[in-house]
């Protein structure tokens, strides 16, 4: 009788456990509810955009930024946080995503895709660290990514967002 009862308690125990384990799972393994930065939604539209500028020496000394230039203000200020940068064609306007000032080179950062989803503009970029242990110049760096749109796609936007590659939003610009 012991030997049955010894050989049906794992048995037992292993089918307890794999139901805990599927609860567990079921449980966790939930999504989250979508925020502001979650995946696209219907209404989601690609915006096409060109490339205009990529440096590691903007002026913006501050942590991860986005400006987008609706207003004659916000394209000044990116004009100023990247001196290189001409004027936008007509009907165009900028859109500048900041990786924010490191302490040394090897940052960069990319804008890959532009996002309009309502009154959001959701600017994903590529945030590059050099590897562990890879020799890099001891300099202070300020990466930038500029791109032109057309001011039509940016009718009504209120809010824009910087996503990197993980979905974590770095940023975040109130529009007027």
Avoid: K
Avoid at 119 to 133: R, S
Avoid at 156 to 173: F, H, N, S
Wanted: hydrophobic share 40%; glycine share 8%; proline share 7%.
């Amino acid at each position: 009788m012991r030997a049955a009862f010894r050989r049906c308690s794992p048995n037992g125990w292993r089918s307890a456990s794999s139901v805990v384990v599927a609860i567990l799972v079921t449980a966790c393994g939930t999504p989250a509810a979508p925020g502001p930065s979650a995946s696209p939604t219907a209404s989601t539209r690609t915006i096409t955009f060109t490339n205009v500028a990529a440096t590691s020496n903007s002026r913006q000394d501050g942590g991860p930024t986005l400006v987008v230039g609706t207003t004659d203000q916000r394209s000044e200020l990116i004009r100023s946080l990247v001196p290189t940068l001409v004027a936008p064609a007509a009907g165009q306007a900028l859109v500048a995503a900041f990786e924010g000032q490191e302490q040394t080179g090897g940052y960069s950062i990319a804008i890959t895709q532009i996002d309009r989803d309502g009154d959001q503009l959701i600017v994903h970029a590529t945030f590059v660290e050099p590897p562990a242990g890879s020799f890099v110049t001891q300099v202070l760096t300020s990466p930038a990514n500029v791109v032109s749109v057309s001011t039509a796609d940016l009718a009504r936007t209120r809010i824009a967002l910087l996503i990197d590659d993980a979905g974590t939003e770095r940023a975040r610009a109130t529009l007027p």
